[in-house]
């Protein structure tokens, strides 16, 4: 067993600044939240909109500063506010977000989207950096011949795909996916966290993964923590929470959210795969 990264009470405030007749206030987004995570298990934050998950997830990735706690990543403590994380650091520590376009430039050829971190990262020499960008495309499901295309000709399922990629350029231990696939179809969805699934098995690596949909938590998490206006109101695995959800919050988003089968999806999915295959 070892764990990939650990918080302990963490903490976030936000300050709003106070206006005419308005006086500044601080709401506090994440209020005393701990976890751990192990190479090769995956965390489910889920919870409904509001309830701190981006803010969390920021800071998880050391994207974002927490106010309070404590946050290691293998071991090292890591405070954001008082030093910057170091290259080795950050490239530990990965994000994907919801939306791929937003973070993919319309103007940049998939190579380079991929080759990137690397160029910014690493001394590796052009060449090797062309062939493990076209490596990654494969690993992700893409042909290594989309390296020259812009994100445009792309579909919504394949950026994601690519936005993992990129992800996964500096080797990571650890991704922070935050809802990575609630702007995609059922099928897609479907299809792109059986990918996750692959190469968190393929690279052994730790996921925090947050969701608002209980369907996708249930197909993806080894544990899962509920959180609620910026608590944890119930955490535990997988099975024990959705044999039997104690807290008064959890049994209500259970109740209020139809749970799809992904596992059903996916098999159709599958099925059809195997079928195109045969008649080709
Ligand atoms: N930059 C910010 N400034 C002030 N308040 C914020 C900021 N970001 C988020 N919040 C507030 O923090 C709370 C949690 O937001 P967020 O982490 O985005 O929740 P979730 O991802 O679960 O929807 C919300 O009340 C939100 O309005
Ligand atoms: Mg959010």
């Not at 940049?108 to 990654?136: F, S, W, Y």
């Not at 393929?202 to 206006?229: G, P, Q, T, W």
């Not at 959800?245 to 959210?257: G, N, Q, S, V």
């Amino acid at each position: 067993m070892s764990v990939v990264v650990e918080g302990k009470n963490i903490i976030r405030d936000y300050h709003i600044p106070g206006g005419f007749m308005r006086p500044a206030r601080t709401v506090r987004a994440v209020k005393g939240i701990s976890f751990s995570v192990e190479l090769g298990k995956t965390l489910a934050i889920v919870g409904e909109s509001g309830s701190g998950k981006s803010t969390l997830a920021r800071i998880i990735a050391l994207i974002d500063q927490s106010s309070g706690g404590e946050l290691k990543i293998e071991g090292k403590a890591i405070d954001i506010a008082k030093q910057k994380p170091t290259r080795e650091m950050r490239s530990k520590v990965q994000m994907v977000f919801q939306n791929p376009y937003g973070s993919l430039n319309p103007r940049q050829k998939i190579g380079d989207v991929l080759m990137e971190p690397l160029l910014l990262n690493t001394d590796i020499p052009a060449a090797e950096r062309r062939r493990r960008a076209e490596e990654m495309l494969v690993k992700v499901g893409l042909p290594a011949e989309h390296f020259n295309r812009y994100p445009h000709m792309f579909s919504g399922g394949q950026r994601q795909r690519i936005a993992i990629a990129r992800a996964l350029m500096l080797k990571p231990t650890l991704l922070v996916l935050d809802e990575p696939v609630s702007a995609l179809d059922l099928s897609v969805q479907a299809q792109v966290l059986n990918l996750l699934r692959d190469l968190q098995e393929e690279f052994n690596l730790a996921y925090v993964f947050i969701s608002h949909d209980l369907s996708v938590v249930r197909y993806i998490a080894d544990d899962v923590l509920v959180m609620n206006k910026g608590e944890a109101v119930e955490q535990g695995s997988r099975e024990e929470l959705f044999a039997a959800p104690k807290h008064p919050y959890t049994r209500e988003l259970f109740a209020a959210t139809p749970i799809t089968d992904i596992e059903a999806i996916r098999e159709r999915v599958a099925r059809r795969k195997a079928m195109r295959a045969a008649t080709a």
